[in-house]
């Protein structure tokens, strides 16, 4: 069965208060990280109708704080299913609702594995992509997986061939 990116859209949204700030007033990393995978997590959830378990978190860089008082918008939906496992592209905005404007914060992947009755990793729906962007996602996750896998030592980068292609002139 082939599933669109938009069947797992996920928008979360919260309000930073002062609990989730650090010292200089901006909403600290890791609870930002929590609330992303939280997200994350219901996306990869809403795609394969089962229960999911985080897998890994790709990096992830803090392009503008987002500020107490200001909202976080949380956008998530799966980029690329492959077997067992999904990769969730994450997109954050801070809002500051009182001046009326938005920020981008940060993006980034996770990757989920979905689990059957009995926690054993179970086979995902397959992704069509419809929108350029979208595509652009899709194509690129294999050569992301395959850094992932490196980067975890569950690939030797000789077997990369994805990666290898764009390092090596023919």
């Known amino acids: 069965m082939l599933k ?6 996920i928008i979360m949204t919260e309000l930073v208060l002062p609990n989730d700030t650090n010292i200089f007033g901006n909403l600290m990393g890791g609870r930002l990280m929590y609330w992303m995978d939280i997200a994350a997590a219901l996306a990869g959830t809403k795609h394969c109708s089962t229960p999911v378990v985080t897998a890994s978190v790709d990096n992830i860089s803090f392009e503008n704080p987002i500020k ?3 909202v976080v918008h949380i956008e998530a939906k799966i980029s690329r299913a492959f077997n067992t496992s999904m990769e969730v592209h994450l997109n954050v905005w801070g809002e500051d609702i009182i001046q009326q404007y938005r920020y981008k914060s940060n993006e980034a992947f996770y990757t989920f594995v979905a689990l059957d009755p009995n926690s054993k990793p179970r086979s995902v729906p397959q992704l069509e992509p419809e929108t350029e962007e979208e595509k652009l996602l899709y194509e690129s996750a294999l050569r992301r997986r395959q850094l992932r896998l490196i980067l975890g030592g569950k690939m030797k980068p000789d077997d990369a061939g994805e990666l290898k292609a764009l390092f090596m002139q023919s």
Do not use: A, F, Y
Not at 4 to 9: H, I, N, R
């Open 4 to 9: 669109k990116p938009s069947d797992s859209l």
């Open 68 to 70: 107490l008082g200001n």
